[in-house]
DNA sequence: TTCAAAATTCGATATATTCGATATATCAAT
DNA sequence: ATTGATATATCGAATATATCGAATTTTGAA
């Protein structure tokens, strides 16, 4: 059971950079000393931990599988090395997965106040789709999920609220108000629906309340980014679906109008997930910290 | 953050065998390596370990605040060394603690049914008293700690039940009857009241009844084990206090009789612990599940 | 086939670990 | 204060291990 971490740290940076070389620039070795690191590793453990798939290094099942512990092993290495740091001193990743539009219009202060507190923490954020979220959480790609509130949830992961919003339908203060009428049923509608991720979460939400009313619009429009939403929206070019924290701006300085919807009323979550069965390392808590404080706030 | 296991286990040997000199007989090092080791480790880990107290070794503060990230280190090196190995090839320890009585009597179907499911897990048992059980837990000292229900529980301590059982007076069958009268008050009883561990539970609660009832017995007599005790009272040198699991078998072949008290109806629950922060290690997990399989066919 | 990229092998050498002997420190008994 | 027993520290030599660099192998792509 003889082991160390330098043999484990060349083990995860090999993962990292995806091949012996890279590693080895990386840590500053020479080529042959990984693979004699690695060699000597698989020894230790008495596994196999790589196997050629042509010339690219594949992890094998074994070597996937003792992941969680390997990780094990660097977390409390990593806790014994921060050992009496102030927060502001103590290094380390937080890995957190978010949805595109939130992490633009409200992660901010969170960022900012995160990188404030413990400024040598590594904040890496993965920009995800909604619906991939969960799933990074459960992977361990993510150390933290921020999402739309869901039904159900695996029971290895712990959820709780972050906030609130609503889904709104917006448009150009230019649009012919006539033809803003969301609430009476079985219209035809002469204008797109703009919209970023077609299979988003507001979207499909939207989608249910207009097929509930049989209003058609005249086609879907795809752009790239919200903020590419927004603008096709300004130019009237067609409305969109988008959440509320999304538009708060430009509603209020009436770049864009809100459209009444039934779906006005319903208020949804914002919610944080994180897995289970996970030691809540200090560097984590700060995080859940401060997206409690965040909640608070507004 | 240059660490190995090697010298995080011969640091856990000292504490465990108390000195350098043991720790390196019990690891097949000398002494002075031992002592290199300890040196490397507190370079590594840039922390003073342990400080002179006189001719004794004693943990700094530091050195017992990162115990718990030692244990999280050595924990993920022996589930990647158990990794492929079926429950009755991992290796591994577990340590309960039990009090006397409770081991004796309703621990050996959980003993053997352990060491039959895995046979190479070292389980170690601290036999204390039941109120430093839970002390045991909390120091990390015993994994999963079994004992007497109490009224409350530290909030770092999760506690399950396991049985129930009940406070028995016994008496030899050769003792006049006319004396086992446990019920009517303000007596006085001319025969000791013979125990164990006279601050034991068992025997505190029955204090409790006598003194609530003013019945006063001639003087107390204090023997070594509870085999002792049952012996003295078959061979009517006076009355002792015992938990219901432990004479079962006297009861049912008449070599002690019951005496009726109020404490008679009184039900009290067998409970085990464990400490909430710890990582529950397949070993544990073995260990808890066989204790809920006991408690079922129970 | 040939080239380029990536991993392995192997001998030389620098570095680290361990041992054994000895030194030092502490406590307790005299 | 002296002495003996016990415990840890130090140091040099022997041994074991890690790293590098050069030569070699493997493989996918041109």
Not at 147 to 158: F, G, L, S, V
Request: charged share 25%; proline share 4%.
């Amino acid at each position: 059971m003889r082991m160390n971490t330098k043999n484990l740290i060349t083990f995860k940076t090999i993962l990292e950079m995806g091949s012996f070389q890279k590693a080895a620039d990386k840590l500053g070795y020479t080529q042959s000393t990984v693979t004699f690191q690695i060699k000597q590793l698989e020894e230790e453990l008495e596994l196999e931990l790589f196997e050629k798939i042509g010339r690219r290094m594949e992890l094998t099942q074994a070597g996937k599988d003792i992941m969680p512990y390997v990780d094990m092993i660097l977390q409390g290495a990593e806790q014994i090395s921060n050992y009496g740091k102030s927060l502001s001193e103590i290094s380390g990743t937080i890995k957190l997965a978010i949805p595109d539009s939130i992490l633009i219009y409200t992660m901010q202060p969170f960022i900012q106040a995160f990188r404030h507190e413990a400024p040598n923490i590594q904040l890496v954020i993965h920009s995800l789709q909604a619906g991939q979220i969960i799933q990074a959480v459960m992977d361990g790609i993510a150390d933290i999920g921020i999402n739309c509130e869901k039904d159900n949830y695996p029971d290895t992961i712990i959820h709780n609220n972050l906030g609130t919003y609503r889904i709104l339908l917006v448009a150009s203060p230019f649009m012919d108000r006539g033809l803003l009428d969301f609430v009476t049923p079985h219209q035809r509608k002469p204008f797109s629906l703009i919209c970023n991720e077609p299979d988003g979460y507001y979207q499909l939400e939207m989608n249910k309340y207009l097929d509930k009313k049989d209003i058609v619009l005249n086609q879907y429009m795809k752009v790239q980014s919200i903020e590419a939403v927004k603008r096709c929206v300004m130019n009237n070019l067609g409305i969109a679906v988008v959440p509320s924290y999304s538009v708060e701006e430009e509603l209020k300085n009436g770049a864009l109008i809100p459209i009444k919807t039934e779906l006005d009323e319903k208020i949804y979550n914002a919610i944080y997930v994180y897995h289970k069965n996970k030691w809540i390392s200090p560097q984590m808590k700060l995080a859940l910290d401060l997206l409690i404080k965040l909640k608070a706030d507004c």
